[in-house]
């Protein structure tokens, strides 16, 4: 079992910046790649940005690349996203997933291969 907590979330302006925060428990963080997704109103939920479980391989959403940078810290059991030049579209619920995995650095953005998830964090852009 995986533990998931996110923080971070609140009202920004459009340009503005966010950093969220999961924090892990349970399972050894270290031997979990982790992902960031999120849920708009209205919208199914998609994928953000995901993190090998050494840190060194990263994927991103096209919406968000060049804008956010996911990254972990693994003696703190703490996964990251920060978030800058923020637009009305990235209003969502943001999540982050767990996958324990044996392969060092690899990466998946799919969400039915994460097997925890957070409660969420609500992220809102106002323009």
């Known amino acids: 079992q995986v533990q998931l907590v996110e923080s971070g979330g609140g009202l920004v302006q459009a340009g503005g910046s966010l950093r969220l925060s999961c924090a892990a428990s349970g399972r050894t963080f270290s031997a979990c790649r982790m992902g960031w997704f999120r849920r708009a109103p209205g919208k199914e939920r998609e994928f953000v940005a995901s993190?090998?479980?050494?840190?060194?391989?990263?994927n991103y959403a096209d919406s968000v690349k060049g804008r956010f940078t996911i990254s972990r810290d693994n003696a703190k059991n703490t996964l990251y996203l920060q978030m800058t030049s923020l637009k009305p579209e990235d209003t969502a619920v943001y999540y982050c997933?767990?996958?324990?995995?044996?392969?060092?650095?690899?990466?998946?953005?799919?969400?039915?291969?994460?097997?925890?998830w957070g409660q969420g964090t609500q992220v809102t852009v106002s323009s």
């Open positions: 997933a767990a996958n324990p995995v044996a392969y060092l650095d690899t990466i998946v953005s799919v969400p039915a291969a994460y097997d925890y």
């Open positions: 993190i090998s479980r050494s840190g060194g391989v990263t």
